[in-house]
């Protein structure tokens, strides 16, 4: 098959469409939900996109995280844990990686940047 013809395979556009509504995705159980092996899966991802499955699943893991941030109170431990990382410190790295920003210093921006964003917030009582 030709590079094009991979760049536009709907089982790729598929496979990073689940991924990218649920990042916490093994690539056994998407190899098994799209009837392909684990090598095939991760295969036809890197060819048609030129990045693994891993590294989309990260991208979008930290683009959930970045819209929690921005959108919600949720603390930024709460916010790693519900994006998929076991460690605050691994996903604070990760997000630093990417937006070259800490998730502390994003939301600050945010919140400069759309200071209605995230409403007021709610008083626990």
């Known amino acids: 098959m030709a590079g094009a013809a ?8 598929n496979i990073l469409s689940v991924l990218c509504h649920n990042p916490v995705q ?7 939900s ?3 092996s684990e090598s095939r ?6 060819t048609g996109t030129g990045k693994s499955v891993h590294k989309h699943a990260v991208i979008f893991r930290l683009q959930n995280a970045s819209q929690l941030i921005a959108g919600t109170h949720m603390s930024i431990k709460e916010i790693s844990f519900a994006v998929g990382y076991r460690h605050q410190s691994s996903f ?4 630093k990686d990417h ?10 921006t945010q919140d400069e940047l ?12």
């Open 6 to 13: 991979r760049r536009n395979d709907i089982r790729v556009r």
């Open 92 to 95: 604070s790295r990760a997000f």
């Open 114 to 125: 759309h200071p209605d964003l995230r409403g007021p917030k709610s008083i626990a009582g």
């Open 34 to 36: 799209f009837a392909v």
């Open 41 to 46: 899966l991760s295969h036809l991802v890197k």
């Open 99 to 108: 937006f070259a920003t800490t998730p502390n210093h994003y939301r600050q």
């Open 26 to 32: 093994t690539v056994p159980h998407l190899a098994s």
